[in-house]
């Protein structure tokens, strides 16, 4: 599909702001850009055309099942979406005065204020941008934590090798040594691994309970306990909190300091990659070392981005929160729980699972055994799926499964579509078996096959030139 | 009580029979008994959809929105094109996730390398990324992407916007970094101090143009200072402003950083915004974040994907230099439509409408006694010294209507204006403080 800048024609474009009304003043050349920029030039109709080929080109949650684990898709309320365009909110600077923005504070009180009461944290900050952002701003509170104690070697944090990529690297990003530790088979932490390795320089642990497998770690208890007494604090990633929020609650787990991302677990929509929103809570000792907002406090850690966080994010998730309330936030939690056990029965027909048993939202498949024996993988399972309307699950992760695929499908689809999903899975399966090779041009229907990633690393074409195309 | 859930009775008996439990709590039974919550959380009952939406509009109803406003310092009103909501709003580009399954995702892939290519376009960069949270974290990321062992200084303006340099400070912070800020002078930088700053162990300077109180940096004279020591330069700029003003690349920037909220993005109180990223040639590999490169398929048809993950924290973990995930993809899709749909033209006449109007802002208030604190060349702010308490006059102002500039001291005030301003607007408000003050 062409290019908006293989549509543009010169003279052409929209009139979206009236003439001057002052007289012009023109700044000194010297300031002045040589070169014009080349942004299209293209009228309204066609930039229309544009954006809605465009979409038909692109997958979102109202198309169809979009079981990506980890990153709960679940349905995005259009009236989280009706609130968010209030001009009430749209329309406010974020340098207002505190007498002409109270609506909004109060937005940003009532979510904390119930956010705490759903994990069992103390303290919170809307700040963060996102999950990742959030765990920054978590590690900088424990960071800061040993610090202001003048525990200065502290500096070591643990991550299970089951964890997000976004833990590890967050950990680098404060100043700590990471040390991965490894899972029992069963995907569980290992205690007595973790005994070896908390330390007087543990800063703490970062964990997502339930954990990458969708199992909820029945020591967990026990976990926090052996963190603490080493002196380090425990971090909760809140990127499994679905299945979990009003029937159990991080805080009362022994975690001191959590995030949540509010555009998973509260419903707010994903974007195509963002805008999230990563509230951050902690317990009382912690909430010091907050991000400040309005007034800098004397022992805060700073602040992690401009102004007041994703505010019209924030306003969708405290819909969400108002919509469901005290009993439909636990029944969505049991909702995707049952979901996923109901999914994961139907697909064990046929596909070896990581983990046998129950799951919390989600599960993992193996497809090691078919990898090594039958010729196709993980990723020609996930293409296949393509050809029929899924959104694949996560695939290749975590990465202590070989060949796996991470199935979330949340609360908010219906069993007939899980039925429908699992005999498409179940017949691609037997389709694999019988023609492995076949299994490798997937996806067919799809606007274009299997893209040349080597090709996109090793020549990187990042934007367009107009150069470029003449010469092709 | 709202729910979003599609399950009836018989839906859940058939599901717990297959799934071989009597209840779905026997499903948490890896869960301690101690630990599940015995009685509701304390939290207000669901509620239906009329019931939210009264509350919401009674919250949004609670703030003030002004009908006329002076004020930017980071955040700025301009004129959002119809089209601008109306694509965002499209189901499909509003709910979708990051575009890892390439093929499904053309349109969203596509989108961004549109978006990075007019990035790219308007800082003069060779190289954009997809997006980071806001222009602060894209500032404090480009600081880290300069930083190694040997150089570990980071040089900030004091010109630089608050907001930012906070951030900047934070980030740094956390990762043992080192921040110095850089005094001005006349309401620029001081490229002396700014010369007797550099040192060996400075890994950049970030500077803000048009910076913090609305005045044109010497980027070209700075960039000259900053390179000679080998250290970068990271200019901080207004993407509206891009389209008539030098280039970062023009004036030897090494990446260019902004706040991306003027392209399209409401002022929502401050967020979700957009942080732009855009570096030469040389430093591509050390961009955060996602990118989208062009390639093709088996077919040979031109494809996007997001590629030199490499970089990225999903492979690297500890080793990655940012561990940001999730970006500001709609924000982006926001700023993308907005520039394509002004145009070449449209966003050159935005940027010299904002020049223009606040010159005669600026002449008008010089007429009521606020004269104009720093002599330099503005682009669409500037400050004026106050005659009278600062915060009285937002009050008068406030009064009708209008959100004044934002004080700066008791006798200072960071005064703004955009194409929304018109005439008359100005107008009207200099002669009510002339009444009211005079």
Not at chain 1, 7 to 15: A, M, R, V
Not at chain 1, 147 to 165: L, N, T
Not at chain 1, 461 to 466: A, F
Not at chain 2, 33 to 50: S, V
């Amino acid at each position: 599909m062409k290019l908006l800048f293989e549509k543009s024609k010169p003279g052409t474009g929209n009139q979206y702001i009236p003439a001057c009304d002052t007289p012009e003043y023109a700044l000194d050349a010297s300031f002045l850009r040589e070169e014009e920029a080349a942004l299209p030039e293209i009228s309204e109709n066609d930039l229309s055309r544009h954006y809605s080929a465009l979409e038909k080109r692109s997958y979102g949650v109202n198309d169809g099942f979009y079981p990506l684990g980890s990153c709960t898709m679940k349905y995005n309320p259009k009236i989280n979406e009706a609130a968010a365009a209030l001009e009430g909110f749209t329309d406010i600077h974020p340098l207002q005065p505190a007498d002409t923005v109270s609506g909004c504070r109060k937005v940003l009180d009532m979510t904390k204020q119930y956010l705490c009461t759903i994990t069992g944290m103390d303290a919170m900050t809307l700040a963060p941008a996102a999950g990742a952002h959030g765990e920054f701003t978590g590690m900088m509170l424990i960071r800061k934590y040993h610090e202001m104690r003048g525990d200065m070697k502290r500096r070591k944090v643990i991550v299970p090798d089951s964890s997000h990529g976004t833990n590890p690297a967050t950990g680098t990003m404060n100043g700590m040594k990471v040390v991965s530790i490894p899972s029992t088979p069963e995907g569980y932490v290992d205690l007595e691994k973790l005994r070896q390795a908390v330390d007087d320089e543990t800063a703490g642990l970062m964990l997502t309970n339930p954990n990458t497998l969708g199992l909820f770690d029945r020591n967990i208890c026990e976990i926090t306990k052996i963190v603490h007494e080493a002196g380090g604090l425990c971090y909760y990633d809140g990127a499994n909190m679905n299945p979990i929020m009003g029937i159990v609650r991080p805080g009362d787990m022994g975690f001191d300091c959590i995030h949540l991302n509010l555009h998973k677990t509260f419903s707010t929509p994903h974007g195509g990659g963002g805008p999230g929103a990563g509230a951050v809570g902690c317990k009382q000792f912690l909430a010091e070392y907050l991000p400040w907002d309005l007034e800098e406090t004397e022992n805060s850690c700073g602040k992690v981005r401009s102004y007041h966080g994703s505010f019209l994010v924030i306003v969708k998730a405290l819909a969400y929160i108002l919509s469901l309330g005290k009993e439909g936030i636990p029944a969505s939690a049991a909702a995707s729980v049952l979901n996923a056990n109901y999914f994961k029965a139907l697909l064990s027909e046929k596909y070896t699972m990581a983990n046998p048993g129950f799951c919390m939202h989600e599960f993992v498949m193996t497809l090691e055994k078919e990898h090594k024996e039958h010729g196709f993988s993980a990723l020609d399972i996930a293409k296949g799926l393509l050809d029929n309307g899924i959104h694949p699950p996560t695939m290749y992760f975590p990465l202590i499964v070989h060949e796996a695929l991470m199935a979330e499908p949340t609360e908010t689809e219906s069993r007939q579509t899980l039925e429908e999903a699992a005999k498409i899975f179940l017949d691609l399966y037997d389709e694999a078996m019988k023609d492995p090779e076949s299994m490798q041009h997937r996806p067919q229907s799809t606007v274009i096959g299997r893209p040349d990633e080597v090709l996109a690393a090793r020549k990187p074409v990042l934007r367009w030139k107009k150069e470029e195309k003449d010469e092709g | 009580m709202g729910s979003y859930l599609s399950m009836n009775d018989s839906d859940k008996r058939i599901m717990l029979e297959k799934t071989g439990v009597s209840s779905v709590m026997d499903l948490y039974r890896d869960v301690p008994k101690d630990l599940i919550l015995d009685k509701p959380l304390d939290l207000p009952e669901g509620k239906a959809e009329m019931q939210v939406a009264r509350i919401m509009r009674q919250l949004a109803g609670e703030n003030r929105v002004f009908g006329t406003v002076f004020r930017g310092a980071g955040a700025y009103r301009h004129y959002i094109p119809a089209i601008v909501d109306e694509v965002a709003s499209k189901e499909t580009l509003l709910t979708a996730y990051t575009p890892y399954q390439a093929e499904i995702s053309q349109g969203v892939l596509q989108s961004i390398f549109e978006y990075q290519t007019m990035i790219c376009e308007l800082t003069g960069m060779d190289v954009s990324n997809a997006s980071v949270y806001d222009g602060a974290s894209a500032a404090a990321e480009a600081a880290a992407m300069c930083r190694d062992r040997k150089r570990n200084k980071i040089l900030v303006s004091e010109t630089v916007n608050p907001e930012v340099i906070t951030v900047m400070r934070t980030y740094s912070w956390a990762s043992d970094g080192q921040i110095v800020t850089v005094p001005a002078s006349g309401g620029v930088t001081d490229l002396q101090k700014l010369c007797e700053a550099v040192d060996k162990d400075t890994a950049a300077v970030c500077l803000q143009n048009p910076n913090y109180l609305g005045c044109l940096e010497d980027l070209r004279a700075a960039a000259d200072i900053i390179h000679e020591k080998g250290a970068k330069l990271i200019a901080y700029v207004n993407p509206i402003a891009q389209a008539i003003l030098k280039t970062p690349y023009e004036c030897g920037a090494d990446i260019a950083v902004g706040e991306g909220q003027p392209l399209g993005l409401p002022l929502a109180y401050g967020g979700p915004y957009l942080g732009f990223m855009a570096c030469r040639q040389e430093m591509m590999r050390r961009l955060p974040g996602r990118i989208v490169g062009q390639t093709v398929d088996p077919q040979g048809r031109e494809a996007y994907v997001l590629t030199l993950q490499a970089r990225e924290q999903h492979i690297r973990r500890e080793k990655a230099s940012s561990n940001i995930c999730s970006n500001e993809a709609l924000c982006a899709l926001r700023a993308a439509v907005y520039m394509a749909a002004m145009g070449r033209e449209g966003m050159r006449q935005v940027a010299k409408q904002c020049v223009s109007k606040a010159h005669y802002l600026q002449q008008k208030l010089e007429e009521a006694g606020f004269a104009r604190k720093y002599g330099q060349e503005f682009f669409h702010e500037f400050v004026t010294t106050c005659p009278y308490d600062a915060d009285e006059v937002m009050k008068i102002l406030a009064g009708n209507d209008i959100l004044g500039g934002l004080v700066l001291s008791q006798h200072e005030i960071l005064w703004c204006a955009t194409e929304m301003n018109t005439k008359e607007e100005t107008d009207r408000m200099v002669s009510l403080l002339k009444e009211a003050l005079g």
